[in-house]
């Protein structure tokens, strides 16, 4: 079966460093991506692994281990904007551009 | 910069009733992509369209579900006969390629009553 897991909320404070990680069990893997989505909009797209290790993108980081099945969301000097829901999706091999979600994690950042 | 849009933003319906939720995707993208997210659950793929066909469709994209590409620039969805449990945020999404990022529209709140 397809499975991704990600903790359900996460708390943290502005200026801080916080790191949401994901696991995933699927029966194929083709890429991971994580989007930001505030409370009502539309995801928006963060990043994307598609081989072991680091990728960083200014605040934002995200870390791939195939071997794992893990990876997570960096994010540096929080702002209270990053308040969101941070969602990790994984592209299944073969998959005509298909992403499974995970359920999310409610990150609330607080001065 | 370009965007996926949507309309429209919401959409109130009778049970039984025919909806036809609209988009426009990114102009160069090829691939184009229907997700759906009930409240408070994560989101879900429904539907995959390539070339003017679909590529991929999952469990929930039954018979009730059809999607189109009527002209250049529009991708629709339509939902034959409303239940209450249509009733979520339908997002539209369009990528370059099968392999690449995909961008959502702002997406179409759809309540069935």
């Known amino acids: 079966g397809q499975n991704i897991d990600q903790p359900t909320e996460m708390t943290a404070t502005e200026g801080a460093i916080v790191q949401i990680n994901c696991t995933y069990q699927t029966s194929g893997f083709n890429g991971l991506f994580w989007y930001q989505q505030h409370a009502g909009e539309a995801p928006t797209f963060l990043s994307y692994?598609?081989?072991?290790g680091l990728e960083e993108k200014g605040r934002f980081s995200s870390f791939l281990s195939r071997s794992k099945g893990y990876s997570y969301l960096l994010l540096k000097e929080l702002q209270m904007k990053d308040s969101a829901s941070y969602l990790c999706a994984v592209r299944d091999r073969g998959s005509q551009g298909n992403l499974i979600f995970g359920k999310g994690t409610k990150l609330s950042v607080k001065p | 910069e370009p965007e996926v849009t949507q309309t429209p933003s919401h959409q109130v319906t009778q049970m039984g009733q025919e909806v036809i939720l609209r988009c426009v995707p990114i102009?160069?993208?090829?691939?184009f992509y229907w997700y759906r997210q009930i409240l408070g659950q994560k989101v879900e793929f429904l539907v995959s369209?390539?070339?003017?066909?679909?590529?991929?469709k999952s469990e929930i994209f039954d018979d009730q579900f059809s999607v189109e590409r009527p002209d250049g620039s529009n991708f629709t969805l339509k939902i034959r006969s409303t239940k209450l449990e249509d009733s979520a945020m339908y997002f539209c999404?369009?990528?370059?390629?099968?392999?690449?990022?995909?961008?959502f529209g702002q997406g179409t709140r759809l309540t069935v009553v």
């Open positions: 369209f390539y070339n003017n066909e679909i590529s991929e």
């Open positions: 692994n598609v081989l072991d």
């Open positions: 102009s160069n993208h090829l691939y």
């Open positions: 999404a369009s990528s370059v390629w099968g392999n690449t990022e995909a961008f």
